[in-house]
């Protein structure tokens, strides 16, 4: 009812109005049957317009009440923290057994070397390979010079017999020279630990993946609800 009633603006008020004249008006407003239906038309409708007002603040307190009551109050734990603080939890114990497994590869390594170490050093102190020279190429023989008759004597068959050309010397082929030997090389000393690395016998944990939530594992309990409260 109060949704639908009718409402009207308050009269204006003139500050210099006289007492007297507002009673008079009231007075002959009362004389009549028509001024007396009036003054109680104006009186019900100011009531609503009063009634409209306070129901009005009434549901805005009421709503504002209900808004603070649904909301939590500030400092108290949610379950995204507290799943938060789970995940914190396990990354805590992860990391705790990750830093085992490294130190006790570390010690195997060390262990490995140290055992490895004298053998290494005999390798390392064996004589140097003599180097190889390669032998020297030799040189063909030159071919004996061929006899020639003196021009003086003049041969029988000269007349009879074509001259022969002259005699082509063999031109003596190029050596070969046979490749130098190369010196072996020296096979790196490879310790007992790189050997069990290489044959797959012992496996280096992975490295853990970079993990998002570092920074938050690493605050206090009062510091992860003041940072989300």
């Known amino acids: 009812m109060a949704e639908h009633a009718a409402t009207l603006p308050p009269p204006p008020r003139d500050d210099d109005a006289d007492e007297a004249e507002f009673t008079a008006l009231l ?14 038309e104006f009186a019900r409708r100011q009531r609503n317009a009063d009634t409209v007002m ?32 789970r995940i914190i939890d396990e990354g805590r114990a992860a990391l705790a057994q990750a830093a085992e497994a490294l130190a006790a590869v570390d010690a195997l390594k060390a262990q490995f070397d140290t055992a490895g170490g004298p053998a290494a050093a005999d390798t390392g102190a064996a004589p140097a390979p003599e180097p190889v020279h390669a032998p020297e190429p030799t040189r063909a023989a030159p071919p004996p010079p061929a006899d020639v008759p003196p021009a003086d004597v003049p041969a029988p068959e000269a007349a009879m017999i074509e001259p022969l050309p002259a005699a082509v010397l063999p031109t003596p082929a190029p050596a070969v020279m046979p490749p130098a030997d190369e010196p072996p090389e020296e096979e790196a000393a490879v310790s007992l630990g790189q050997a069990l690395l290489t044959e797959g016998m012992v496996t280096l944990p992975a490295p853990p993946a970079a993990d998002a939530l570092a920074a938050l594992r690493r605050m206090t309990q009062a510091d992860k609800l003041a940072f989300f409260s």
């Open 54 to 85: 306070v129901l009005d603040a009434v549901a805005r307190i009421e709503a504002r009440l209900a808004a603070q009551q649904a909301e939590p109050p500030p400092g108290a734990p949610t379950a995204a923290v507290d799943e938060l603080v």
């Open 27 to 40: 007075g002959a407003l009362q004389g009549t049957a028509r001024g007396r239906r009036f003054l109680e």
